[in-house]
């Protein structure tokens, strides 16, 4: 009865189909962006296999259902054998190969390359995911079946087919998106707001006047969150920024207003505007409106440079947005953050318009990652004409960012996709591990606006269409970070540059999506001129901030 169970779910296994996963698998063995290690490797290589496996399958439905003429028997096993041993002998090539492959790119990004490839580890973990994944398979196949045969009994078969598989497919949305994704989305919202430690598991709050949150603050410092306290509480005072340039200095001025401040996006940023307004913001020289990443962090590589070169005249702003991991939040709150960006952007913008030009800060907007989309998505064009920013400075910005692929599309012929070149610069420059937007053929005009990406970046350049077409900057030389062994194969491709996504966080400063300060300090010059600073300065600064990825530069 249990033998009987288990043939009837797992089916008889197609030679031809788990060949062609095999070659799926050994395409996955190939470098992407980001090294992965033999765990990684294994789930990897077992996913693929599974959709090499699905798309024999489908190949082969449709092939029957297009009534195609078959092989002989012997002429098909003949083929099948040769075939078996062509894909095993390249297998086993891949195999042998991916160990100088992964690195490689590992030596590239400075890390210690591995001792061994582990190939029992990386087998048999893709062995066990090829079978969790074939298991599912099969009880779709079945759950198919089951509502195929119901049709059977009021309709034609080829109707009942298309039906069945319609049937299927809503079922499997609903349950997904209807039950068990919004309970996961809530579970993982709540968890991140206990997480953050709000209210009465807050740390006592500050108690000089000029900080949010103190007792003169108009921010309830309990309902800010772990990200927000910390971004207030942290980075460089006036003592630390005069120690630095040897000259008097003020204390830098951050606002951050937590998601539980308020209940609406424009409340929230009517209550920044608030504070502004309260710690004398707009009576510095320069003002930055912040889009802070999924969980409301703020990146201390980033803020505490542009504080340090303008001698502390400057204020920065922010408005959480979610409690969500960047990834989790940029599939699931999406439209939260843009929300958030676009009434904090339209507040803050609307009331600096209303003061003498000669007597207000010079205004930029900024973001990383998430924030660096939201950001983009709130300055639009009718901003831009109306009073126009000053410039602004956007990092890692997600694929998605219709802004961002604008602007790449606009690329010189000839420039590369992970660093282009837009007219004569004299607008839009690009940063990177390897260049800070210094140079440009043209002088900087009365906007400045500065992309910084890394070219190992997949958050930056995970394409959805690498499920059939190489991606843009496969068709480039590789960038110095990059393997020169990238190989480009349908589906496979798509899902190494997905679990690149997931990986990009936990690579070296300079890499990925770690990015530090001393990549963002030349291009924050760029940006914001301050006053007297030259590439002396930047050197200095660089030094002074080089304690590692996310440590900021405050002592």
């Known amino acids: 009865m249990t033998k009987r169970f288990f043939s009837r779910l797992l089916g008889p296994i197609s030679v031809p189909c788990l060949l062609l996963g095999l070659v799926f698998f050994a395409a996955s063995l190939t470098p992407s962006l980001i090294p992965r290690g033999p765990e990684v490797q294994g789930v990897l290589g077992g996913l693929v296999t599974a959709l090499g496996y699905l798309s024999g399958k489908i190949v082969g439905l449709v092939a029957r259902a297009a009534d195609l003429p078959r092989l002989p028997r012997a002429l098909a096993r003949i083929l099948t054998w040769v075939f078996s041993a062509v894909i095993i002998?390249?297998?086993?090539?891949?195999?042998?190969?991916?160990?100088?492959?992964?690195?490689?790119?590992?030596?590239?990004?400075?890390?210690?390359?591995?001792?061994?490839?582990?190939?029992?580890?990386?087998?048999?973990?893709?062995?066990?995911?090829?079978?969790?994944?074939?298991?599912?398979?099969?009880?779709?196949?079945?759950?198919f079946r089951l509502i195929r045969g119901q049709f059977y009994r009021v309709m034609p078969p080829r109707r009942a087919n298309v039906l069945g598989v319609i049937a299927v497919v809503l079922i499997l949305f609903l349950v997904t998106r209807d039950g068990i994704l919004d309970r996961v989305v809530t579970a993982l919202d709540e968890s991140y707001e206990a997480a953050q430690a709000l209210f009465d598991d807050a740390p006592p709050p500050p108690t000089e006047p000029r900080m949010t949150g103190s007792a003169a603050s108009l921010v309830d410092w309990t309902a800010i969150g772990k990200p927000g306290r910390e971004f207030i509480t942290s980075g460089p005072d006036a003592k630390d920024i005069a120690a630095f340039s040897g000259r008097p200095a003020?204390?830098?001025?951050?606002?951050?207003?937590?998601?539980?401040?308020?209940?609406?996006?424009?409340?929230r940023a009517e209550l920044a505007l608030a504070e502004l307004r309260r710690l004398g913001a707009f009576d510095r020289a320069v003002l930055i409106i912040a889009s802070p990443t999924g969980t409301g962090w703020m990146d201390p590589g980033s803020h505490d440079p542009v504080e340090y070169m303008h001698n502390g005249d400057i204020a920065t702003v922010a408005v959480q947005y979610s409690y969500l991991q960047s990834p989790l939040a940029l599939l699931l709150e999406t439209?939260?953050?843009?929300?958030?960006?676009?009434?904090?952007?339209?507040?803050?913008?609307?009331?600096?318009?209303?003061?003498?030009?000669?007597?207000?800060?010079?205004?930029?907007?900024?973001?990383?990652?998430?924030?660096?989309?939201?950001?983009?998505?709130?300055?639009?064009?009718f901003r831009l004409l109306d009073d126009p920013i000053d410039g602004a400075f956007w990092v890692g910005p997600p694929f998605p960012s219709s802004f961002w692929n604008y602007v790449q599309n606009q690329r010189n012929p000839g420039s590369p996709w992970v660093l282009p070149q837009i007219g004569d610069g004299s607008l839009v420059r690009y940063a990177s591990r390897t260049s800070d937007a210094s140079a440009a053929p043209a002088d900087w005009g009365?906007?400045?606006?500065?992309?910084?990406?890394?070219?190992?970046?997949?958050?930056?350049?995970?394409?959805?269409?690498?499920?059939?077409?190489?991606?843009?900057?496969?068709?480039?030389?590789?960038?110095?970070?990059?393997?020169?062994?990238?190989?480009?194969?349908?589906?496979?491709t798509q899902f190494q540059l997905a679990l690149d996504l997931a990986l990009s966080f936990g690579s070296p400063p300079g890499y990925g999506h770690a990015y530090y300060a001393q990549?963002?300090?030349?291009?924050?010059?760029?940006?914001?001129?301050?006053?007297?600073?030259?590439?002396?300065?930047?050197?200095?600064?660089?030094?002074?901030?080089d304690n590692g990825f996310q440590n900021g530069c405050s002592e």
């Open 446 to 492: 009365p906007m400045r606006i500065v992309i910084l990406q890394y070219s190992s970046d997949p958050i930056v350049f995970y394409d959805p269409r690498s499920l059939w077409r190489p991606p843009e900057w496969m068709r480039d030389p590789a960038a110095d970070d990059m393997s020169e062994h990238l190989f480009f194969m349908p589906i496979v």
């Open 335 to 381: 439209n939260t953050g843009l929300e958030q960006a676009i009434a904090l952007q339209d507040v803050v913008h609307g009331y600096w318009k209303t003061l003498p030009e000669d007597a207000r800060p010079r205004l930029y907007v900024h973001g990383l990652s998430l924030g660096a989309w939201s950001s983009m998505y709130a300055t639009n064009i």
């Open 519 to 545: 990549s963002y300090i030349v291009p924050w010059a760029q940006v914001t001129d301050p006053l007297g600073w030259t590439s002396d300065a930047s050197d200095l600064l660089k030094a002074h901030c």
């Open 250 to 267: 003020l204390d830098p001025i951050r606002v951050y207003v937590g998601r539980a401040n308020a209940e609406s996006p424009r409340d």
């Open 89 to 143: 002998a390249l297998f086993l090539w891949v195999l042998a190969y991916s160990l100088t492959w992964q690195n490689d790119l590992r030596l590239k990004m400075q890390m210690a390359p591995a001792d061994a490839l582990q190939i029992v580890r990386i087998v048999t973990i893709a062995i066990a995911t090829f079978a969790v994944a074939f298991g599912l398979g099969r009880l779709v196949a079945s759950l």
